[in-house]
């Protein structure tokens, strides 16, 4: 609300400027309309910063109605097309068109949750667990690195104007010593096994965030 008053104020100060000074309205009235244009950014990104813990929120307390009302059923297949390992959902999916429903979400939501990995979208959130940091930055990182695991997982949240992505990198620790290698002879640290990407990405309205695709790659 504060912000939103400094932004009218601001408003009424060109008006002024303009009717006062007509010699150097133009001068001034860049200068304040910057102002305006500085204090609504500053605005959208606390209001963007809010819709994410919102969204960690939602994630932590794995209640699936809640969870169901980040999405705008039904899902097509362009938001989200990962391997739900339920040979009934897939069943439901073909026979919608490649698309789920809310019905289908909720009652597969055990199987939905593995492979749309909740529980990492959990675990960034608490990685990253000060996303105030945003107001000023574009990007937050944290990583998991364990001298002693082959593996670990990096987080990330990246703004680039409208659009945020939450990112979820599995990397292999190129350090780590393999204690017992695999039958077929393979590191544990090996791409094979620790190398993958998982990203939920968001267009950001001004008010909403709004789901855009749930992917991963090898």
């Known amino acids: 609300m504060l912000m939103k008053q400094i932004i009218l104020v601001l408003t009424v100060l060109i008006t002024l400027t303009a009717c006062n000074n007509p010699d150097t309205a133009n001068v001034k009235g860049t200068q304040t309309e910057q102002a305006i244009d500085a204090a609504q950014n500053k605005l959208d990104r606390n209001v963007l910063i809010e819709e994410l813990k919102k969204l960690h929120r939602i994630v932590a307390s794995n209640n699936k109605e809640k969870i169901a009302g980040i999405f705008e059923f039904p899902i097509v297949d362009t938001i989200f097309s990962g391997y739900v390992d339920d040979s009934t959902f897939y069943e439901e999916f073909k ?88 039958e077929d002879e393979i590191p544990e640290n090996s791409s094979e096994f620790c190398e993958h990407a998982f990203w939920w990405k968001f267009k950001f309205d001004g008010n909403k965030l709004h789901v855009v695709n749930i992917s991963g790659a090898d």
């Open 95 to 182: 026979s919608n068109g490649d698309q789920t429903t809310k019905t289908m979400f909720l009652q597969h939501f055990k199987e939905i949750s593995i492979s749309m990995q909740f529980d990492q979208v959990n675990n960034l959130f608490k990685k990253i667990n000060n996303v105030d940091k945003l107001l000023h930055k574009d990007t937050l990182e944290e990583d998991t690195y364990l001298k002693s695991e082959p593996c670990f997982y990096s987080y990330s949240i990246e703004i680039d104007r409208d659009m945020v992505a939450l990112r979820i990198d599995m990397q292999s620790n190129s350090d780590y010593k393999s204690k017992k290698p695999s």
